[in-house]
């Protein structure tokens, strides 16, 4: 067993290429099990898998439901799925109700503890117009404070807008939330913080020396660790490369091609990598990885439960 624990707070654990399906081609088995379990055996012991549409959601309820205690959900609509609004048989209004209900069910059983991921992603208007992700993220925020749930937040490129709608709400959602796979600037980092938000860290918030100076400077009781697998995998060009050399090993990673049950696959990235998202950030705040460790799992278990208990729950 490790002597650390941690929560990898944004994994996409429905994603098809842990049912082995890659580009809409079978590689190999489903080994969502073999993925959790590699995370747990160095010391991952809480997985909260990321819904990005009403299904994807209801997917991400039924895994939680098959790991209790392990795994938990969040229910939501990325901004770049908000056409999925308008699609809906019934369309928006049904789809936001849906939304509810799921929500409610879910958090009820113990399996939802968050209310996303939704945002605003301006970097990719290709999917949805600003005026559609506007819409849509103001009105799932209206659901997250009926439902009392917190946040799991995507934002790109989308600053102003982003604070402005989510000011107007914060104070009616007591335990705030997560701006997750945070990749933005110093300034908007520090205005997040100020609204009370945490702030999310995976392998793509550390890319470049601007953003290991953000990481640096998150405040500990503000920052959150994730992996965002089969996302955001930590590479060789990236800035945080120079604080891997001494970091653990991690299980053997094979082409998906030689895939083994044991093995984790080249370019899908998992929640066991987290043990390396947490050695460099632990570097570049020069504290030490307990430190960081238990800092960032008790600003998890406070703001989403994961069937634990908090001394310090928010109220
Ligand atoms: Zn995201």
Redesign the pocket.
Known sequence: MSEYKYADV?INLTDSTFKGEYYGKQHHADDTEHVIQRGVDLGCLKFMV?G?DLEESKKAIALAEGYPGRCYATVGV?PCQTESFDKHPGGPTVLLQELETLTVDAKGRGLATAFG?I?L?YDRLHFAGKEQQLKYFEAQLDIAVKVQLPLFL?S?AAGEDFERLLSARLPSLPRRGLV??FTGTMEEMESLVALGLDIGVNGCSMKTEENLDVVKAIPLERLQIET?GPWCEMRASHASAKYKDDAQGLPKSVKKEKWTADSMVKGRNESATIVHVVHVIAKVKGISTAELCQAAWNNSIKMFGLGETSDQQRP
């Open positions: 944004g990321t990005t990325h991921e945002g992603d995507h790109r997750h796979s965002d």
